[in-house]
T-cell receptor
Framework: KQEVTQIPAALSVPEGENLVLNCSFT??????LQWFRQDPGKGLTSLLL?????REQTSGRLNASLDKSSGRSTLYIAASQPGDSATYLC???????????FGKGTSLLVTP | GAVVSQHPSRVICKSGTSVKIECRSL??????MFWYRQFPKQSLMLMAT?????????EQGVEKDKFLINHASLTLSTLTVTSAHPEDSSFYIC????????????FGPGTRLTVL
């Protein structure tokens, strides 16, 4: 059974810092990996999708990497802003068209 | 990106009543929709997979007679919580998968269910 772990569970940084969120998964046979943002009491916003054949994806200040063989992904946030405060979720899918298996998330607080 | 809506966003009901939650893909056709449940400070857990025109596939431990799922069209899936109890209080989120585009899933805004 696929287990997705996110470290740290919570993180507080001052505005402007660059930061890295970590995600690991036990079964490297994944189809793709997605990073999401969830604001309190809200749904999920998709940030980045990495196919299993890809190594990284970038969107603005966000960069996600994938090392499938070692079962790891990182989400890099550059020049963090208070508006980045949210919970970040990592999820993997074993097959095309299959549901996602989520980690518990990293709760990020960026202080002014 | 693709937009998924859910209705209602929040519902409070008495124990024993039934509640229907709608999930709609607004600008694309979704052959597959997923229903997840999220308890406080926990991650999302898959409840069932819903394919248009066929019966839903439920995850182990999810009662199919309690959580009725209907996916009658390519843009609408409904989840009905029958005879709701306080332990069913949770955040219910649906997602819809577009065909192609690398299997990306788009999530609805969620429905907060509180059973008194």
């Amino acid at each position: 059974k696929q287990e997705v772990t996110q470290i740290p569970a919570a993180l507080s940084v001052p505005e402007g810092e660059n930061l890295v969120l970590n995600c690991s998964f036990t079964d490297s046979a994944i189809y793709n990996l997605q990073w999401f943002r969830q604001d309190p009491g809200k749904g999920l916003t998709s940030l980045l999708l990495i196919q299993s054949s890809q190594r990284e994806q970038t969107s603005g200040r966000l960069n996600a990497s994938l090392d499938k063989s070692s079962g790891r992904s990182t989400l890099y946030i550059a020049a963090s802003q208070p508006g980045d405060s949210a919970t970040y979720l990592c999820a993997v899918s074993p097959y095309s068209g299959y549901a996602l298996n989520f980690g518990k998330g990293t709760s990020l607080l960026v202080t002014p | 990106g693709a937009v998924v809506s859910q209705h209602p966003s929040r519902v409070i009901c008495k124990s024993g009543t039934s509640v229907k939650i709608e999930c709609r893909s607004l600008d694309f056709q979704a052959t597959t929709m997923f229903w997840y449940r999220q308890f406080p400070k926990q991650s999302l857990m898959l409840m069932a997979t819903s394919n248009e025109g066929s019966k839903a596939t439920y995850e182990q431990g999810v009662e199919k007679d309690k959580f009725l799922i209907n996916h009658a069209s390519l843009t609408l899936s409904t989840l009905t919580v029958t005879s709701a109890h306080p332990e069913d209080s949770s955040f219910y989120i649906c997602s819809a998968r577009t065909s192609g585009s690398g299997n990306e899933q788009f999530f609805g805004p969620g429905t907060r269910l509180t059973v008194l």
